[in-house]
């Protein structure tokens, strides 16, 4: 069964920096590409970023230039360093994995997510 586990969150003053992590079991190799997104109080989740099994990588645009994605396939990781942290960036954060299944014969395709972190930033 795919299980994320989110963690880093925590209350940082604005233009601090914070690192969520996320471990993926039962391995990172499951999953095709790996993202972050986040959802702030009355507003739809959006993507922050996502990271393919390749490497590639794309950025939502409300965070882009200040965020980072890495994953660290030896330890079953994603990472997003978070820099310059603004008032809007206030959410709570949610790992999410796209795997496939082929139990049926047929390509099935899948996400699976975490239970999020907050992160608040606030002086």
């Known amino acids: 069964q795919m299980h994320l586990e989110e963690s880093g969150g925590g209350l940082v003053q604005p233009g601090g920096s914070l690192r969520l992590s996320c471990a993926a079991s039962?391995?990172?190799?499951?999953?095709?590409?790996m993202g972050w997104y986040r959802q702030a109080p009355g507003k739809q989740r959006e993507l922050v970023a996502r990271i393919a099994s390749a490497g590639t990588t794309i950025y939502g645009d409300s965070a882009k230039g200040r965020v980072t994605i890495s994953r660290d396939d030896a330890k079953n990781m994603v990472y997003l360093q978070m820099n310059i942290l603004r008032p809007e960036d206030t959410a709570v954060y949610y790992c999410?994995?796209?795997?496939?299944?082929?139990?049926?014969?047929?390509?099935?395709?899948?996400?699976?997510w975490g239970q999020g972190t907050q992160v608040t930033v606030s002086s």
């Open positions: 039962p391995s990172i190799f499951r999953f095709n590409a």
């Open positions: 999410n994995g796209e795997y496939s299944s082929y139990a049926t014969g047929d390509r099935l395709d899948y996400e699976a």
